[in-house]
Every structure is written in C-alpha cells, then in structure tokens.
C-alpha cells in the first residue's frame, strides 16, 4: 500500500485484523501516530476529539487563565497542542498529519472557543524530522504580542511569539501553586524562567531569589513582580550553577528552594551527562537547604525516568550529608494528562522533600 505525507491510514495487523487509523510520515522515524478507532470522516472525528478535550478542561476548571486545552496523543490527536491564553489560542501542528488539516483544526476551534485570535506557532525544531516549515503566524482574528494570564492569585505578561514552548511552561501550573502553599521564609527559586515559581512563593515567603541564566526571562521576571506589587522578589542573571556553588561557599541558607531546570537528558546519549548534572544542582541546594526546610525540584527529561530520578536524589542526599523524606510526588498539571501505555506522556517528575 502506498500513503502521501499526512495521509489517514487504517492500521491493520499482521493477520488482517484493524488495529485503528493513524496518521501516516513520510520522513519520521515514528511512521504511524495511532488515533485508534473511529469515523474516517475527517471532520467528524477531528471535531469529536476536540469537543472531548474542552469538555474535560471545563470539567478540570482550572485556578487561571492560562492551560492546555489540546495535549497530543493524551486526547487522541497525536501531535496537535492547542493551548489557551486568556481569550486567546495557540496552536501547534507538529507532524504531517495535523499540520495538514491545520485549516480545518483552526476551524473547529474558532466555532467551539469562540476566541479573539487564534496564533500558529510552528517554529518548534521538531518539524524538521517531518520536513515541515517553521513560521509563526497569526491565523485567526488579531494576537497581541503580549497576553496578559492569571495563575491563582498572579499574574503573568506572556509573549505567546518568541517565550519558551507556547509562552509558558503550562505543564508546572499546579506545581506553581503547590510551591505557594509549602514556601515559607527566605526562598531560592533556580531555572527560574519568568517566574511562575517564584511569583506564587513571594506571596508567602520574606524573601525570594531568583536565578536564570537569560536576560530576558529575568527582566519578564521582575516585570511581573512589579505588576504583581511584590517588592519581595530579587532576580539575578547568572549561570545557575555556578550561582549555586557562590551560595554555598557564601555560606547562604534558605528554607524553601525550587529547582526546576532545562531538560538535561535530550537522549539517551546524554543520560549520564545529565544525571550528573541533576545530582549536582540537588546537592548544592540541599547544603544549602535549612533544616526543616522544603526542596521542590523537578526534571522534564523523559529519559530520566521515576527510578533514576529519586536514585539520583538519595545520593545526592548522601553527598549533603543530608536526610531527607520525601513529601509528595507530582506530575505535570492535569490538561497535561498521560496516557498509558505511551509512558513519553509522562515525562514530569516533581519530588517535594523536607529535610530533617
């Protein structure tokens, strides 16, 4: 059988039997994006699977403005991200398969959200494995260039065009504001992007300090502050982990720390590399960590997976000096769902601990 790039395939398996439709590449190495079954009228199964994606959204009734409303294969529309900023969209088609049926996808949307705008931010180096352009462009209504969210009780300026992923990472939303509720004190936010962290723990905390290493994301940062009338809030641009080793030899101490960096292990190639980096960002903050205190750390890589990650942190502990319990797991926010038996959507781990 012969398919054009994007074409929907049915799946059948080696003795014939349908397995379900799919998206079909003609460049990737992942062949086929399974969608299951359902109608092969496109239409009819695209709108279907979008209205089930609002549908638990509303149910979720997230605390802001801003979240996921289409999260890939986890709503059955693999490669498609559509999320939601205030009024506004923003849509990401991410294989050939969604990115050809972009015009009807917009099209859905605007009927079903009713938004101002609808923005395409296709500028993500993964269409390259597809052979798909890169642009950015506006395809419904007007976007403003900034788009004014709330997260709880913040709010956030975002730049929907140039800011990481779609503007915001959506996916630590609730991890924001779980940070909020276990701050005290004086607190360290590390990799701290434009402060959705840090924002939420101002709040509670006498003090904050913020570290990222783009001067962009730090000036986003203390825009926000000031917006919010946090006066509380002191970001540095800096390299995050040589700022960590200055506070150590400093001496400095804190009782909340958030550490939420990059992801380090972009394959497996880099597993080693990266674990090695995690073990040293844990160690330094939990020298640097009070006792009694909460460390929030994070890691976005997907190759480092549950086991490694808390292996990672017991020797980092061991190294501190350190003991400490482990107070809650967390996952990405729930309009990120995952999806079992895909375990690449479960790719956030978030490990609250005290130490002793």
Known sequence: MEADPGDLVEVKSERGRPLGLA???????????????????????????????????????PDGTAYRLVSAEADGLPALIVDRYADWLVVQTLCQGSDRRLDVIVELLAEAVQPKGILVRNDAKVRRLEDL????????????????????????????????????????????????????GRALDAFSYTGGFALQMARQCESVLALDGSELAVA???????????TNVE???????????????????????????PAFAKNKATLAKALGGYKEINLRALK?????????????????DEVLFEDM???????????VVLVEKRLQARDHPVLLGVPETAYLKCSV????
């Open 133 to 184: 352009a890169e642009l950015v462009e506006v395809r419904m209504g007007d976007v403003p260039d900034v788009i004014e969210i709330r997260e709880g009780t913040i709010t956030h300026q975002v730049d929907v065009r140039h800011g990481q992923k779609t503007g915001l990472f959506l996916d630590q939303r609730e991890n924001h504001l779980v940070a909020g509720q276990y701050a005290r």
């Open 220 to 230: 986003a940062l203390v825009n926000n502050a000031r917006r919010n009338g946090l």
């Open 23 to 61: 998206f079909f590449s003609s460049t990737s190495q992942i062949t086929l994006r399974m969608l299951g079954e359902g109608p092969r009228d496109e239409r009819a199964l695209l709108s279907g699977r979008l209205q089930a994606a609002l549908a638990y959204r509303e149910h979720l009734a």
């Open 313 to 323: 942190l017991l020797h980092a502990a061991n190294d501190a000096g350190a003991s």
């Open 353 to 356: 601990l005290r130490r002793l």
């Open 288 to 304: 640097l960590l009070r006792p009694g205190g909460i460390l929030m750390t994070c890691s976005c890589s997907y190759h480092v």
């Open 235 to 261: 970001a540095r641009t800096v390299n995050v982990f040589d700022e960590l080793r200055e506070l150590e030899i400093s001496r400095e101490r804190f009782d909340t720390i958030v550490l939420d960096p």
